[in-house]
C-alpha cells in the first residue's frame, strides 16, 4: 500500500468489512457468507437445485476475535494489541494477525484503508 507520501505501514491500516459479505454466530465462531455468483442470472442459470446461493466459511476461535474487532475505525496495530492479551501474548502474535488479515484482504472480506490526520 502506498501513498503519494510514500509506503504505509500495514500496522496503520484500518481494515474495513466488505458490503457484500454477511456475518453470522453459529456456537462460539462466526461465519462468513458470500454469494456463489456475482450477478442475479448467473445464480438463476447456473446454480444447481437445493445448493446454497452463498459460500460459508466458517472461522475458528482467532478469527473469530479478529473479525469482531474489524469496525472499519481501529487499525490492525490496535487489533493486534487488543487481542495480544486476550490470546496470552504468544510469540510471533503480530506477524500472526498480520497474515491473517492479508489473507482476509485477498480473499475479498476486507478492504484496507489509511486514515488521515
Known sequence: METPEGKVSL??????????????WKGECIVLAYPRF??????RFLLPKGMSPDIHVTLEEHGTAVWNLIDGKRTVR??????ADYFGK??????RVTA?????????????TIQRN
Not at 500496522?11 to 453470522?24: K, S
Not at 456475482?38 to 445464480?43: P, S
Not at 504468544?90 to 506477524?95: A, K, L, N, Q, V
Open 38 to 43: 456475482k450477478y442475479e442470472w448467473m445464480r
Open 11 to 24: 500496522l496503520d491500516a484500518v481494515p474495513v468489512r466488505c458490503g457484500h459479505i454477511t456475518a453470522e
Open 100 to 112: 491473517y488479515v492479508m489473507q482476509l484482504r485477498k480473499d475479498g472480506f476486507i478492504q484496507l
Open 78 to 83: 490496535e487489533i493486534i494489541s487488543l487481542l
Open 90 to 95: 504468544e510469540e510471533h502474535y503480530e506477524s
